[in-house]
């Protein structure tokens, strides 16, 4: 099975601050068809979980571009370029380069 | 535009089974597959397995084996899934999903005698 290690599983910041989310697969998720699906969602309390980020870098539509993802192989990052209000909640990377898709374990991101 | 509408709230007693809804409307049912997932406090987001909406066919994480079954009614555009002999465990809230970018607004499963 993949495992995907998300990390920090806290985050605190403020207004205006740019933080960044590390997530680590235990296997290689490039897809035999060359992409690579390694996607970022975000959960506001008591919302579902809303894609920000496919395919690694690709904004979803409607996403704000202080999002940006990146990475490769198995090593990858979300970085938001000055925190906003409405950004607060707990965001999960997610793979769906295999069948069963696996989650991180989400990283919760709070006003300090 | 796409949308995954999920049946209600349930209260079961432990040992029963409930059976979860996921009507989608907006797009060709049959054209994405449907996947479920199980989100506890403790444990996060886990993924419960996926059913091909044309075909049937099922896909199933191993741990969901025995305990969930996907199933579809093509004519009415809806995917079920039923949980079976329930354990206070099992207390979820359970989405349904079309690809990554869709999801339903979730149904709370709530075990207890």
């Known amino acids: 099975d993949v495992v995907l290690t998300q990390t920090p599983p806290t985050l605190s910041a403020t207004i205006g601050q740019s933080v960044s989310i590390s997530c680590r697969s235990s296997q290689s998720l490039l897809h035999s068809n060359g992409n690579t699906y390694l996607n970022w969602l975000l959960q506001r309390p008591g919302q579902p979980p809303q894609l920000l980020i496919y395919?690694?870098?690709r904004l979803e539509s409607g996403v704000p571009n202080r999002f940006s993802g990146s990475g490769s192989g198995t090593d990858f990052t979300l970085k938001i370029s000055g925190v906003e209000a409405e950004d607060l909640g707990v965001y999960y990377c997610?793979?769906?380069?295999?069948?069963?898709?696996?989650f991180g374990g989400g990283t919760k991101l709070e006003l300090k | 535009q796409v949308q995954l509408q999920q049946s209600g709230a349930e209260l079961a007693k432990p040992g029963s089974s409930v059976k979860i809804s996921c009507k989608a409307s907006g797009y060709t049912f049959t054209s994405y597959y449907i996947s479920w997932i199980k989100q506890t406090t403790g444990q996060g987001l886990e993924y419960i397995g996926y059913?091909?909406?044309?075909?049937?066919?099922?896909n199933y994480n191993e741990k969901f084996k025995g305990k969930a079954t996907l199933t579809v009614d093509k004519s009415s555009s809806t995917a079920f899934m039923q949980l079976s002999s329930l354990t206070p465990d099992d207390s979820a809230v359970y989405y349904c999903?079309?690809?990554?970018?869709?999801w339903g607004q979730g149904t709370l499963v709530t075990v207890s005698s």
């Open positions: 997610v793979q769906s380069t295999h069948a069963l898709w696996t």
């Open positions: 059913i091909n909406t044309g075909s049937g066919g099922t």
């Open positions: 395919l690694v870098s």
């Open positions: 999903a079309r690809v990554i970018a869709y």
